[in-house]
């Protein structure tokens, strides 16, 4: 390998954050202001639109962060593979905007999270530049074309153009990241400026190194001095050091100070304190920039013999996969909306992510420090070799080296950050020594913007990537679904560290249950059974993965295969047209995925607690089908409980039906899995039972060291009879963008659900509300996520309830279906 990182201690990661404005007599302030206000879109091929005079005024009016293509219709002429919606295209986007005269003489820099796909910006006309890959933000001077003052219009056009597979799943198309204006003095932090480290960390002090980066545009040598205030989680200052003078004669002086911590608090899982490393710049002794930086104190290392470990304590990653798209809401970035998908992760169990296959938005990052979840940044789905027709392999020859320093640039200071994956399933894995000759390019960048963090990629090949190479230029090896690899790899490649980067592609549909068991069949319901042992030929159970990690301690751990499910990619369904590299849509509408733990609303699959019974240490105990098998009495239902305790009962009616022990082995399911024919599936993994069918009520125990801990019971649910809503908060902030996710349920008379119910909700809303999109984690229906209406997939459905901008008061939602009881909520929508 080019780096061992046997026992790699890591760095301290900071996010590069706003200026904070002060009260300097100067005005020497750095600004950043949102810029998502106030603009114009319109699609089609408008290539007038570029100059400022072009009269706009017919266009929709609209706020950022904005994904035109979510608002549909889904339709079978678009690619189910990218999630049969019109992604592609030709659109833009304008915005008019003054800036006073008293910002004459900042630095006035536009700044993109991101913009899907191949955007081209102008200011007044005046082209600034491009970008192809819609997953990484850029940032242009404007400065010398402005018209300076409040009676003075500037022009933003920005056009875009994504095309038709360019990409395995769906993209998002249009501004779908949030967007900034900076201002600065001539003398400032350069964009992403700073790199903070940690390379000495214990319990009584922390060396805390920062790298600065200073940009001089006034034109004329600059003396400078440097100072760095250090700030606790409570944001109380613990440490200061000023250095200078310092004579940048060019256009950027590189610096580095060194300042320590004493006791410091630790960014870990359970305690992620977060620090702030606040630097001034002076000029001439006077006050120029004020410049953030969040960062953790922690330690990371990575050894052949005991896997990761967090501040000197071994961790398992115990990770998911997640895609770029929040379900219902699409591409389009939104905090609360992020923060939730973060949450039921780590409620699940989880400890980390990947970000498959790209680089992710700042605001994950941020969330993942605030919230205690490590990650690992993942920049390219393929390299030069093409997986699908306009994929980034149009671009990797001229952009890799520029979007892969930006990425590092960007997110190298999140304590979050473990890791930096170079590549997913790439297909150079097939190309000999030109494979392992990109790799080692990519690997020395990666080291080149950041010693501190090893590189990684995700192999699916087995022995290819081995064989000829290419893993060895990386520092730790992923393999995808080969778990019964990691010994052989492991042996032929004793130095090496290896873990899942990819694992078991289980694929169901939330709530649906299929009788016989079946194996990996296409259902005529476009629906696949959560029984949980249904997948595509790669894929296989949790189980298997479960066990060879068991064994073999010294391997990372895991990423799953997918936490939410996503948009796009419908496997199994939708064939493989290898002529154009899309897919056939003859399994319509199937257009998004089946693989997740969770659906696309946030609503669990069965699965999501068999997770949770091996990642968690809360007593749980989970049943499942549900128990609704109107003329089917006296059949052998399959039923499984997934928990964490020691021992689980099952009761049908107040009658045991004998306890099962956890973690008793049977070596069925390593032989089944692909040959499986019911009705039981077992493994010391998950507890089974055959009931003969009645209706009633079935409850399963969970015992620990022989005391019932919990419980769960499910009973056999009456007629539908009534809606009832459950929002997951009742105050939301009055900002726009601020979402209550609120739980509709189709239950009978006593409250039980009705577990194949499919009735229509339509939704009221009065007040300071509106909203943000419907759904109900059906991966084949082509029902609008823009409507005020949806039915209930096996008994559930959502809606998205978002905040008006700058409204406040209380929001009423009433539900209404035909022959039920309808049902109300109240949202408080508050100035927090």
């Not at 007044?124 to 404007?142: K, Q, T």
């Not at 200052?237 to 300042?259: A, C, D, H, M, N």
């Not at 940044?377 to 392999?393: H, I, P, T």
């Amino acid at each position: 390998m080019s780096t061992p990182f046997l026992k790699l201690l890591c760095a301290i990661m900071a996010l590069s954050s706003v200026g904070i404005p002060s009260a300097d007599a100067n005005g020497a302030i750095r600004t950043r202001d949102s810029f998502n206000e106030g603009w114009l879109f319109q699609k089609g091929d408008l290539p007038d639109a570029r100059f400022p005079e072009t009269d706009d005024s017919s266009w929709r009016k609209l706020r950022l962060p904005h994904d035109w293509a979510i608002e549909g219709p889904f339709d079978v002429k678009y690619n189910a593979r990218s999630g049969g919606l019109p992604f592609h295209g030709k659109a833009w986007y304008r915005k008019h905007f003054s800036v006073p005269m008293d910002k004459k003489g900042k630095v006035v820099t536009l700044e993109f999270d991101g913009a899907m796909n191949n955007s081209k910006v102008w200011v007044n006309g005046h082209f600034l530049g491009e970008r192809p890959f819609g997953y990484i933000g850029f940032a242009y001077d404007i400065t010398k074309h402005l018209r300076w003052g409040d009676d003075q219009t500037n022009v933003i056009s920005v056009s875009l153009s994504p095309e038709d597979l360019s990409s395995r799943w769906y993209p998002g198309a249009g501004l779908y990241r949030n967007t900034w204006i900076n201002y600065t003095n001539p003398v400032h932090v350069a964009r992403n400026g700073t790199f903070v480290t940690t390379p000495k960390v214990d319990d009584s002090s922390a060396q805390v190194d920062i790298a600065i980066d200073v940009n001089n545009q006034s034109g004329a040598p600059a003396k400078i001095e440097l100072r760095t205030r250090i700030l606790d989680p409570e944001h109380r200052p613990v440490v200061s050091k000023r250095t200078g003078p310092f004579q940048i004669t060019g256009e950027t002086g590189s610096y580095e100070q060194t300042l320590r911590v004493k006791k410091p608090a630790l960014w870990d899982l359970d305690t992620p304190h977060l620090y702030t490393a606040e630097t001034t710049v002076f000029v001439d002794g006077k006050k120029a920039d004020l410049y953030e930086t969040t960062f953790g104190i922690r330690s990371i290392a990575f050894d052949k013999d005991t896997g990761f470990s967090l501040n000197g304590r071994k961790v398992e990653l115990k990770g998911v996969c997640l895609h770029h798209d929040l379900g219902p809401l699409g591409a389009a970035v939104n905090w609360r909306a992020t923060e939730r998908q973060l949450q039921i992760m780590k409620e699940m169990g989880a400890n980390a992510i990947r970000t498959a296959h790209n680089p992710p938005s700042p605001e994950q990052l941020e969330l993942c420090d605030r919230l205690g979840i490590l990650v690992q940044v993942e920049a390219f789905d393929c390299w030069e070799e093409a997986k699908v027709e306009n994929g980034y392999s149009k671009f990797f020859d001229e952009w890799h080296e520029r979007d892969l320093r930006d990425l590092i640039h960007r997110d190298r200071n999140h304590p979050s950050v473990i890791m930096w994956s170079i590549g997913n399933e790439i297909l150079e894995q097939f190309k000999g020594n030109r494979g392992a000759t990109i790799a080692k390019r990519l690997n020395h960048i990666c080291h080149e913007e950041d010693a501190t963090r090893p590189t990684t990629a995700g192999f699916n090949y087995y022995p290819k990537a081995i064989d000829n190479g290419l893993a060895a230029e990386i520092d730790i090896v992923g393999l995808n679904y080969k778990p019964t690899k990691y010994k052989e790899t492991l042996d032929q490649h004793p130095d090496w560290i290896v873990y899942g980067s990819e694992t078991c592609s289980v694929v169901s549909s939330r709530g649906t249950y299929h009788l016989p068991v079946e194996k990996y069949e296409k259902h005529e319901s476009l629906e696949v059974t959560s029984y949980d042992i249904v997948g595509p030929k790669w894929a296989y159970p949790p189980d298997i993965e479960f066990h060879y990690l068991s064994e073999l301690p010294q391997v990372l751990g895991e990423f799953v295969w997918t936490g939410f499910d996503y948009l796009g990619e419908p496997t199994p369904y939708g064939g493989r047209d290898n002529s154009t590299n899309g897919y056939w849509n003859d399994d319509w509408p199937a257009r998004s995925s089946y693989f997740g733990i969770v659906d696309l609303c946030g609503f669990p699959k069965d699965r999501y607690y068999m997770y949770q019974s091996q990642w968690s240490d809360e007593p749980m105990v989970h049943l499942l089908p549900h128990w609704n098998w109107e003329g089917h009495e006296g059949q052998t239902i399959p039923v499984y409980s997934y928990t964490n305790c020691d021992e689980a009962e099952l009761f049908l009616n107040g009658k045991s039906l004998g306890r099962r022990i956890k973690g008793v082995d049977t070596s069925e399911i390593f032989v089944k899995f692909n040959s499986f024919d019911g009705p039981t599936f077992n493994s010391k993994y998950r507890l089974s039972w055959e009931v003969p069918y009645q209706p009633g009520t079935l409850k399963v125990v969970g015992y620990k060291d022989g005391k019932a801990i919990c419980e769960k019971s499910i009973s056999t649910a009456a007629t539908a009879a009534q809606v009832s809503l459950s929002p997951d908060r009742k105050v939301i902030k009055s900002d726009g963008y601020d979402i209550s996710f609120i739980t509709v349920r189709i239950e009978d008379q006593d409250g039980n659900l009705v577990p194949e119910s499919d009735n229509l909700v339509t939704f009221e809303i009065e007040g300071p509300g509106e909203i943000a999109a419907v759904g109900n984690g059906n991966p084949a229906t082509t029902e609008s996520f823009q409507a005020s209406h949806r039915k209930a997939f096996n008994g559930l459905c959502m809606l998205f309830l978002k905040s008006k901008p700058g409204e406040s008061g209380s929001i009423k939602v009433t539900a209404h279906s035909q022959g039920l009881t309808s049902a109300s909520t109240s949202i408080s929508a508050e100035a927090l």
